[in-house]
């Protein structure tokens, strides 16, 4: 069987081989075109050492990013390639780091230190596959299943706990029997993982076709309690309203799956109704509301990003998603929505309408969802038109002010504030010498100095 690597990549693995060094593609580059897919990145193993690899690439730039454990990467134009000396490894101390890495000759030493069968492949167009763990077969079976001992494995690292349930989500496997009940044996060990190694985990699930099936996955392993014990309360919590069919857990996953594949939608997705739990209400009809969830929900996207160490910016978006999620019941007219645009930015805007359409169909059969259509419609209306929703759009600065003889200081912002609300209100008034004139209307520079 032939499988068609790019030159850049080829090129690699043919010089080592002419120097006398075994080379092969290795991982989920051999995995991803085994299923048809383009892989995203290719990875190399080889006998070659590191200093041999530098030796062979002389005339290439080459990196050192962990030379210790036998990674160089080869610099090309067309993109990187980390190239790393077959490996085998000691025991794992602290469920993450193997106790020793000693460099080997045997390519099977390499594939045997590997996660799952999947990713236990190997290729090059000399020697064809290599498959010594059968990994062909558990792609044809659509199986995630550990390399040896699924205790083993895991022990070696938790991490890949979460790695089964990412692979499955993001191929649409199921897992291995024997390599889930060790996943669930050992699930209260990831809290030993590092929050960023978690967080990426997540991220990757929460992309991936059907978000919803991984996220049941760390359920029903108990690994979801672990790193994300704030949804857990919403699982089978009755909403005890007519205009939601769900539980509170059913419907965030519903919402999870229908949003577009953008991390910070998918995150608001996740969050969004998280606080209900903690903020039902009965009325005097048994009838459940949630009065403040939105709210409560945006506080704990924050606390729990912030553990994960996500990107402040991505905190900040997610945040304003869910406190804002519950709007679509808001009669905005015209300047509220300019005055929605300014406090999410165009594109959340847009993000915002995502989350709320996926929400409003996963709601109830019968909910509509033409007012937001509307709404949507309506803000790219204002942006095509180039109106004005914030003080660097109107016509006037601070600079022109102080012109005008007002001396610099919270008298700028309040004037400016006060102009955009009139041009918000009537955009027709969007000049430099009609702005002039409404400042000296209602401000007198002598009285502010």
């Known amino acids: 069987m032939t499988l068609d690597i790019p030159d850049y990549v080829k090129l690699i693995i043919e010089r080592l081989e002419r120097k006398g060094y075994e080379a092969y593609l290795v991982g989920g580059s051999v995995r991803d075109m085994l299923l048809g897919k383009t892989p995203t990145d290719y990875d190399i193993a080889t006998s070659a050492s ?3 690899i530098e030796s062979v690439f002389y005339d290439f730039k080459t990196i050192d990013i962990g030379k210790k454990f036998g990674t160089i990467i080869v610099s090309q134009e067309k993109r990187d390639v980390e190239v790393t000396t077959f490996r085998r490894e000691g025991k794992y101390l602290d469920g993450r780091r193997p106790e020793w890495v000693s460099f080997s000759s045997d390519v099977k030493d390499d594939l045997s230190r590997r996660d799952f069968t999947i990713n236990a492949i190997a290729y090059n167009k000399t020697k064809g596959i290599l498959d010594p763990f059968d990994g062909r077969e558990d792609l044809k ?17 938790y991490l890949r706990i979460l790695r089964a349930a990412r692979f499955a989500s993001q191929l649409e496997f199921t897992i291995d029997e024997s390599t889930f ?3 669930k044996q050992y699930s209260s060990h990831i809290k030993k993982v590092s929050m960023e190694r978690i967080f990426n985990e997540v991220y990757k699930i929460l992309l991936s076709h059907i978000p919803s099936y991984g996220i049941r996955i760390l359920e029903k392993m108990g690994a979801l309690k672990v790193i994300l014990p704030e949804i857990i309360p919403a699982i089978d919590f009755k909403q005890r309203n007519p205009h939601h069919e769900m539980d509170v857990y059913d419907h965030i996953l519903c919402v999870l799956d229908s949003v577009p594949s953008v991390i910070e939608i998918r995150l608001a997705a996740l ?3 998280i606080g209900k739990p903690h903020t039902l209400t009965i009325d005097e009809e048994r009838i459940g509301h949630f009065y403040g969830h939105d709210e409560l ?3 704990i ?7 994960f160490k996500a990107p402040n910016e991505l905190i900040e978006e997610v945040y304003n998603l869910v406190k804002e999620h519950m709007n679509h019941h808001t009669k905005f007219k015209e300047k509220g929505l300019k005055r929605l645009i300014r406090r999410l930015g165009e594109k959340e805007v847009f993000n915002l309408i995502e989350l709320q359409i996926a929400d409003i169909k996963c709601s109830n059969k019968e909910a509509t969802m033409d007012h937001i259509i509307e709404r949507r419609n309506k803000i790219k209306e204002i942006l095509e038109k180039d109106e004005a929703y914030d003080i660097k759009q109107i016509a006037i600065n601070g600079k022109d002010l102080m012109e005008l003889g007002f001396e610099q200081g919270p008298i700028i912002g309040e004037i400016l504030e006060y102009l955009l609300e009139k041009v918000m209100e009537k955009p027709e008034l969007n000049d430099k010498e009609i702005l002039k004139r409404i400042v000296l209307e209602k401000y007198t520079p002598s009285l502010v100095k």
Request: no cysteine; proline share 6%; net charge negative.
């Open 301 to 307: 996207s924050k606390e729990v990003l912030k553990r």
């Open 181 to 183: 009940q060790a996943g």
């Open 271 to 273: 969050f969004h109704d």
């Open 50 to 52: 590191p200093d041999e």
């Open 141 to 157: 079976r659509r199986i995630i299943k550990t390399v040896g001992n699924p205790e083993e494995r895991f022990n070696e690292d």
């Open 297 to 299: 929900g945006a506080d």
